[in-house]
């Protein structure tokens, strides 16, 4: 091994060291605790008893089937108002782009317990400027957080609106890539902005959609601090408790470690499909 390469390892070997550490290791040994029954002491191995219960548990498909809501609502709504948001913060009649994009990237750099107190506020019964805004339009106030179909609403807006900005940038770079030839051939041969943009933009910005979408169907299988801090764990009565949150619970809450890391597995796995799918419906048809 010559000297240059015993150098760059050695660099390398206290990262090496640590990813080991706090990385490698717990992914290890959280899939052993899978195994194990932990309500009892000492913990004994038992692989039927967690992966047992997680197929009958009916917490776990609550959790499972709010996760899947917001995932089928919230991810397509958010990629298509980030695409458009991205066509406008390209355009050349836009005054001040630069700030235009840090405003809307802003959000994901705002603290996560800041942002959900504002939108608490916001969105509260009695005094939520929100329902102070459809008063005036003659709608009735709604409770936010005590219907569960309101709460849900208020989850996917909080979302959407904390994570729309930073997709919107990251397709942003992929219609800064197309070459301006593209549409000036288009143009010459009098093709209009809209069938350019469905024809030439969509297609063109295919692999950086994908992207997004595959990172948002990982962010929402992950989803955490907004149903926590939000709709108070969760609530009303579960109504929007999602898999990150029910893990938390099983965890860190019950401290049924065991039963969590076949939570936290099935995660993992269920984001994997979904990505692979989106992966092989994206692919280039050719």
Not at 163 to 173: K, M, P, Q, T
Not at 195 to 218: A, D, E, K
Not at 241 to 260: D, H, I, K, P, S
């Amino acid at each position: 091994m010559r000297a240059t390469t015993r150098t760059a390892y050695g660099f390398l070997t206290p990262y090496l060291l640590i990813f080991a550490a706090f990385w490698v290791w717990p992914i290890i040994y959280s899939f052993y605790l899978s195994f194990l029954s932990t309500r009892v002491q000492p913990w004994t191995f038992n692989p039927t008893f967690n992966w047992g219960r997680l197929i009958i548990d009916p917490a776990f498909f609550n959790a499972f089937k709010n996760t899947m809501i917001i995932l089928v609502i919230q991810v397509p709504v958010m990629i298509a108002l980030a695409t458009l948001l991205a066509v406008l913060l390209n355009s050349h009649l836009l005054k001040a782009r630069g700030i235009m994009r840090f405003a809307f990237f802003a959000p994901v750099v705002v603290g996560e317990v800041a942002y959900a107190a504002v939108f608490r506020l916001m969105f509260q019964a009695d005094f939520g400027v929100i329902n102070k805004l459809l008063a005036l339009v003659g709608v009735a106030p709604i409770s936010w957080s005590s219907n569960p179909t309101a709460a849900m609403a208020l989850i996917i807006t909080a979302v959407t609106w904390r994570w729309v900005g930073y997709n919107a940038i990251i397709i942003l770079s992929g219609l800064q890539s197309i070459p301006e030839d593209v549409y000036e051939a288009a143009t010459l041969d009098k093709v209009s902005k809209t069938r350019q943009f469905f024809f030439i933009t969509l297609p063109l910005l295919r692999p950086i959609i994908l992207v997004c979408v595959v990172l948002s169907v990982i962010g929402t299988m992950q989803l955490f601090a907004e149903p926590f801090l939000i709709t108070n764990r969760g609530g009303p009565g579960g109504a929007t408790e999602t898999l990150g949150l029910f893990l938390y619970r099983q965890g860190f809450t019950v401290l049924n470690f065991g039963y969590a890391s076949a939570v936290a597995y099935t995660i993992a796995a269920i984001a994997i499909v979904i990505s692979v799918i989106n992966f092989w419906l994206g692919r280039d048809p050719k």
